[in-house]
């Protein structure tokens, strides 16, 4: 399979950078919801969030190299078995995705560095606080993260069942393309 993008083709590095952040983003918001319910004595109080906005941190450097990577190197044309407005819906989406990616990354940002303090990634290195203490921002950060997360989902969701649609209905390479699947 090849690294680069071809005019009909996804290449591996689009493929894989795609899959991980759909994992990772998922991942993410199961962990998020299962957090809320936690009690202070659960063992997963602290380990949760910690994992979460590892994670999280990580997941903002790959989709700052997935934007750069896309601008580098385009992405494959629509297939011709698309209609104009399943090709202007794709467009719209995946633009709505990659926003909705960076408000939720930099409000979970926000939140846990409201205080001012750093965010220690997996105990590796740590991401200082850019805003210093601010009174009140985690709770604003809080319901900006709380609502593009949901979005993320919902429209993932979506996404998720119009390549399910290509596939089964129209019987198209919409989804074997960023499968690295050839016919």
Known sequence: MQIRNSSSRFGIVSITAHWLVAVAVFSLF??????????????????????????????????????????LNPMPGALPTH?????????????ALYVLLFVAMTSGYLISTADGSSISVFNWFDVPSLTGRIKGMEDIAGEVHYWSTWAIVVLAGIHALAAIKHHVLDKDDTLRRMLGVRR
């Open 83 to 95: 209609h104009r407005w399943e090709v202007v819906a794709a467009h719209l989406a995946h633009g």
């Open 30 to 71: 199961g962990l998020g919801y299962y957090m809320v319910g936690l009690s202070y004595y659960d063992e997963w109080y602290r380990l949760g969030p910690h994992i979460h906005r590892s994670v999280g941190l990580l997941l903002f450097a790959l989709v700052v190299f997935r934007v750069v990577w896309r601008l």
